[in-house]
């Protein structure tokens, strides 16, 4: 079993830049895929990036060069490094482990 918990969202101006975290815990955090979703509002959810075990990543066309997806197994933490956001970009992002275990959330809004 693995508890995910996120936090680092918030309200930003286009433009501007979120780092968030998603801490786990639980055993076995080194050998899970790890990615963050999101889901925007009245949209299904997507996938944004994942990272896996070897450190391969993969990012969702939209976001590529802008997002960076990074992981901590020391820390048993994974990031995600926001940069020129947009208002496209407001969601509510969620990070899971091998899509088996979910975390709650953390809200990203992108507005002037």
């Known amino acids: 079993q693995v508890h995910l918990v996120e936090s680092g969202g918030g309200l930003v101006q286009p433009g501007g830049s979120l780092r968030l975290s998603c801490v786990a815990s639980?055993?076995?955090?080194?050998?899970?895929?790890m990615a963050w979703y999101r889901q925007p509002p009245g949209k299904q959810r997507e996938l944004v990036a994942a990272?896996?075990?070897?450190?391969?990543?993969w990012y969702e066309d939209s976001v590529k060069g802008r997002f960076t997806i990074s992981r901590d197994d020391v820390e048993s933490t994974i990031y995600l490094q926001m940069d020129s956001l947009e208002p496209e970009d407001t969601a509510l992002y969620v990070c899971?482990?091998?899509?088996?275990?979910w975390g709650q959330g953390t809200q990203v809004t992108v507005s002037s």
């Open positions: 639980g055993t076995g955090f080194d050998v899970y895929t």
């Open positions: 899971c482990a091998d899509q088996l275990f």
């Open positions: 990272v896996s075990s070897d450190r391969t990543t």
